[in-house]
């Protein structure tokens, strides 16, 4: 079976515009111009109440000492209708947060890489389909690892060849069994975090044949194993495009999307201040990492989790999104390219399986790059098609096409991003009667 | 005893004036153009400032009258420093304090002429802190203590709004109503900070009227500063020099002096007024990140003489256009006037018949003083915090410069030098 065929992409593209026109249908103003006279539920809209929870509760995040500071920006139909920025972005400088403010993305860097492989999809250089391995050969060697316990008990790695080629679309909605070494505990995961793939200073040319050589945490398109598949996507993207991936992100997305402050690295010594710190006692990502000096520079520009950038710039980012591909007049990718990363690639049919490290979380399948509201979260009126990531310094981001809106939080406080996420996103829906 | 001459000088010279010219019942305000200047008459206001030296009320003073770009009176007055006792010239650098503001509104007014950014434009759309900013209202509470209720402004504040010093954005270092406090009481002039993170501190802070309402001397022109970063990329001094500075050769305007040599030429107050009563200390030979477009500049008679001839040649200078007739035409206009719904209060600083452009005051009526103060309807004229002082009145073809250092005196050396000068023009 062949999937993700030109001719499947296009009818899975036509299904979920279908779906997202029914869902407009059904509750109407999602683009700002639905017709009066509507028999339809009506537009939701932010109420300066509900806005004034939020801020309040973002204040308290502040003032009891959680977090230095945060900007939460909301727009609808394409305006700011909620901008603040609260406390400092460093409590040792006590520089206030300001629009323009550099943030540690981590994976909300995999929006940006996805978009921008799927810019060489509509460019007829790649396809989803296309094996890993056409670009990065060493991926023809990958086996995958399996535990199996030997006869005096003990479990052992046993190394199986791939039922399947890794395809792009794998690497895209994270099936590709690539993982990451920094949770859990299976032999794959240690073997990864024993590979430290960032150290050494490596070239994504080198973090790739590196991952090529480890094996896969299970078969490709077998399970939502999330890790490093958007670090070898950018590889891909190297390939293809015959540049850097920085250089090819800023050619065609960064530069004329005006994300000028968005990169993998703050290079100028002079912006030091214009960098948001966490809390001094908040800087551990992971029992073994903690989050990382963007002045350090390195070689890697990791697609997955590498890049820096300020609430203005991916604010346009999101916004182009959800226009539907374009921003002031230019267009960066087809509706239905858009339609076809924000819809769900993992349900039920594809037998793929999710485990407890299944981020996206129970009511939401996974796209091309993003998670996508597919069922009701309980006990909210959240609406379906909501897509969205987050980063784990903090940040975090939601598009809901069926408000035609949008929200970016910008905060660098790994420990405390969870419970924060939660309670911000539920009281900016209360704060549009959701 | 010196002062004692010195209101006998001046007494006189009011009875002098008013002996020779009885028919003129207007007396110094908008004489007929074409007039010139009586160098008899315009020797007393070298007399006046002499004597404000002897009195030790100042240091010294510089004055430069230029009438159809010749000098008609160029003379400098006692020392730039008391403790040096070296004299001034046209390269001793002068702090100007409000001054700063038409320059950096002729710089803004290039870049919007060029597109960079319009005059409609909300602040939020540079500085998005701006969009949650609220508008402070004292009402009476029970007890009769004032307390600030905070609203959300009619409309956002605009980049026009900055200009004309309508935005609501005040001063916290005169007046004692809430919003102003609240400035005080907001540090904002603590640490080292830049125009980027005082933006960010301003919009932590009410504004003291809506948008549009009152003319409110305050930190407009600072916030107009830092958008002229955003919109240009550069630091608020790289694009000043681009776009103005080094074309107009006003080589020692700058936010503070740091080469070693020009150390020396900067003009001193005397020790014991030394308070410019703006809120915070600040001095001009110690850089700090801050480059105030509303009040952190110095500058010497040499540039300043530059800036004002190319504002009174309609925005041009050594054959180079540096503002295009609707450019110059908008600073110039008054935008405060009766219909513009701009309400005037106690702290209407441009004063007695003027209006306001966009930081510069517009003479636009003779006023409510009788007889009327002196100057020609459509002069222009800005000072500062220390005494510096230009008017430029294109109707004479005429301007002048005093560059001072004074925050006590100035008051009431300005006018008196401005009346000396117009009562020396004769048609």
């Known amino acids: 079976m062949r999937l993700w065929k030109t001719d499947r992409l296009g009818a899975i593209a036509f299904a979920a515009a279908a779906a997202l026109l029914l869902l407009a249908a059904a509750t109407k103003g999602w683009n700002g111009s639905a017709a009066a006279g509507s028999v339809a539920a009506p537009p939701h809209h932010f109420t300066a109440d509900g806005l004034s929870r939020v801020s309040a509760y973002i204040a308290n995040e502040i003032t009891s000492g959680k977090i230095p500071g945060a900007i939460l920006l909301i727009q609808q139909h394409g305006r700011s209708v909620f901008y603040q920025n609260l406390g400092v972005r460093d409590v040792a400088s006590e520089l206030s947060m300001s629009a323009d403010t550099i943030f540690r993305l981590y994976s909300m860097s995999k929006p940006i890489t996805s978009v921008a492989?799927?810019?060489?999809?509509?460019?007829?250089?790649?396809?989803?389909?296309?094996?890993?391995?056409?670009?990065?050969?060493?991926?023809?060697?990958?086996?995958?690892?399996?535990?199996?316990?030997?006869?005096?008990?003990?479990?052992?790695?046993?190394?199986?060849?791939?039922?399947?080629?890794?395809?792009?679309?794998?690497?895209?909605?994270?099936?590709?069994?690539?993982?990451?070494?920094?949770?859990?505990?299976?032999?794959?995961?240690?073997?990864?975090?024993?590979?430290?793939?960032?150290?050494?200073?490596?070239?994504?040319?080198?973090?790739?044949?590196?991952?090529?050589?480890?094996?896969?945490?299970?078969?490709?398109?077998?399970?939502?194993?999330?890790?490093?598949?958007?670090?070898?996507?950018?590889?891909?993207?190297?390939?293809?495009?015959?540049?850097?991936?920085?250089?090819?992100?800023?050619?065609?997305?960064?530069?004329?999307?005006?994300?000028?402050?968005?990169?993998?690295?703050?290079?100028?010594?002079?912006?030091?201040?214009?960098?948001?710190?966490?809390?001094?006692?908040?800087?551990?990502?992971?029992?073994?990492?903690?989050?990382?000096?963007?002045?350090?520079?390195?070689?890697?520009?990791?697609?997955?989790?590498?890049?820096?950038?300020?609430?203005?710039?991916?604010?346009?980012?999101?916004?182009?999104?959800?226009?539907?591909?374009?921003?002031?007049?230019?267009?960066?990718?087809?509706?239905?390219?858009?339609?076809?990363?924000?819809?769900?690639?993992?349900?039920?049919?594809?037998?793929?399986?999710?485990?407890?490290?299944?981020?996206?979380?129970?009511?939401?399948?996974?796209?091309?790059?993003?998670?996508?509201?597919?069922?009701?979260?309980?006990?909210?009126?959240?609406?379906?098609?909501?897509?969205?990531?987050?980063?784990?310094?903090?940040?975090?981001?939601?598009?809901?096409?069926?408000?035609?809106?949008?929200?970016?939080?910008?905060?660098?406080?790994?420990?405390?991003?969870?419970?924060?996420?939660?309670?911000?996103?539920?009281?900016?829906?209360?704060?549009?009667?959701? | 005893m010196t002062s004692f001459q010195g209101v006998r000088a001046l007494a006189c010279g009011a009875f002098l004036v008013a002996a020779a010219l009885p028919a003129r019942a207007e007396g110094t305000f908008d004489i007929p153009a074409g007039a010139h200047f009586n160098q008899q008459k315009l020797a007393r206001v070298g007399d006046y400032l002499r004597d404000q030296v002897a009195q030790r009320k100042i240091p010294g003073a510089i004055l430069l009258i230029q009438q159809h770009g010749k000098p008609v009176y160029h003379e400098s007055f006692g020392v730039r420093d008391v403790e040096t006792n070296e004299p001034i010239t046209d390269d001793t650098i002068f702090r100007l304090?409000?001054?700063?503001?038409?320059?950096?509104?002729?710089?803004?007014?290039?870049?919007?002429?060029?597109?960079?950014?319009?005059?409609?434009?909300?602040?939020?759309?540079?500085?998005?802190?701006?969009?949650?900013?609220k508008v402070g209202i004292e009402t009476p509470g029970e007890n009769g203590k004032k307390t600030l209720e905070l609203v959300s402004p009619n409309r956002p504040p605009t980049i026009y709004d900055l200009m004309t010093q309508t935005s609501g954005m005040t001063y916290g270092f005169y007046g004692d109503n809430l919003v102003r406090k609240a400035y005080a009481a907001a540090n904002i002039y603590d640490g080292d900070f830049d125009n980027a993170e005082f933006a960010e501190r301003i919009a932590r802070l009410p504004l003291q009227n809506q948008p549009g309402a009152l003319w409110q001397y305050g930190h407009s022109t600072d916030i107009l500063g830092r958008i002229m970063e955003i919109v240009s990329g550069k630091s608020l001094l790289a694009i000043e020099r681009e776009k103005l500075l080094d074309p107009l050769g006003m080589n020692d305007t700058r936010f503070y002096v740091t080469d070693p040599e020009k150390k020396k030429l900067i003009a001193k107050p005397m020790p014991n007024d030394s308070d410019f009563r703006v809120g915070f200390t600040s001095y001009a030979d110690v850089p700090m990140k801050w480059e105030s477009g509303g009040g952190g500049m110095v500058s010497t008679m040499h540039d300043l003489a530059r800036f004002a001839q190319m504002m009174l040649d309609g925005g041009k200078f050594d054959g180079k256009q540096y503002l295009t007739a609707k450019a110059f035409e908008e600073l110039t206009t008054d935008h405060v006037g009766p219909g513009s719904g701009v309400a005037r209060d106690f702290f209407y600083f441009p004063g007695d018949g003027f209006g306001f452009g966009l930081g510069f005051g517009v003479r636009t009526d003779p006023g409510n003083a009788k007889p009327p103060p002196p100057g020609s309807l459509g002069e222009l004229k800005w000072d500062g915090a220390s005494g510096c002082y230009f008017v430029i009145d294109r109707k004479q073809d005429m301007f002048f410069v005093l560059l001072e250092q004074t925050p006590s005196e100035r008051q009431k050396i300005q006018p008196a030098v401005k009346k000396l000068i117009y009562e020396a023009m004769e048609n």
């Open chain 1, 117 to 434: 492989a799927m810019m060489l999809v509509e460019d007829g250089k790649l396809r989803l389909d296309d094996p890993v391995s056409a670009y990065i050969p060493e991926f023809a060697g990958t086996k995958v690892g399996v535990e199996r316990k030997n006869e005096s008990g003990k479990i052992t790695l046993a190394l199986e060849p791939l039922k399947r080629p890794i395809t792009i679309e794998d690497l895209l909605r994270h099936t590709s069994g690539i993982t990451y070494g920094f949770y859990g505990d299976s032999l794959v995961r240690k073997l990864y975090a024993e590979a430290d793939l960032f150290s050494g200073d490596l070239t994504n040319a080198e973090v790739a044949e590196r991952i090529a050589r480890l094996p896969l945490a299970e078969q490709p398109g077998t399970k939502w194993d999330y890790g490093h598949s958007t670090d070898v996507l950018g590889r891909v993207i190297e390939v293809v495009s015959g540049k850097t991936l920085f250089q090819f992100e800023k050619e065609r997305l960064l530069d004329p999307l005006g994300m000028t402050e968005t990169a993998f690295d703050v290079a100028d010594q002079t912006q030091r201040p214009r960098i948001a710190e966490p809390m001094p006692d908040d800087r551990a990502i992971s029992s073994a990492t903690s989050v990382r000096d963007p002045m350090l520079p390195r070689k890697a520009e990791s697609g997955g989790a590498g890049m820096v950038g300020t609430i203005t710039d991916y604010a346009r980012f999101a916004q182009m999104l959800l226009n539907g591909g374009t921003l002031e007049g230019r267009r960066y990718l087809k509706p239905e390219t858009i339609a076809l990363m924000t819809s769900d690639h993992v349900g039920p049919e594809t037998g793929i399986a999710r485990d407890y490290a299944y981020y996206p979380g129970e009511s939401s399948g996974f796209g091309l790059g993003f998670a996508v509201r597919t069922s009701v979260q309980p006990n909210t009126l959240w609406p379906l098609g909501e897509y969205r990531w987050d980063g784990v310094a903090g940040t975090f981001f939601f598009i809901d096409p069926v408000d035609d809106m949008l929200a970016i939080f910008m905060v660098q406080t790994p420990s405390q991003r969870g419970r924060i996420q939660l309670a911000l996103k539920t009281l900016v829906y209360q704060a549009m009667g959701r």
């Open chain 2, 97 to 133: 304090f409000s001054m700063t503001k038409p320059i950096t509104s002729v710089v803004a007014m290039m870049l919007i002429d060029e597109g960079k950014f319009s005059l409609d434009d909300p602040v939020s759309k540079y500085l998005p802190s701006f969009s949650n900013v």
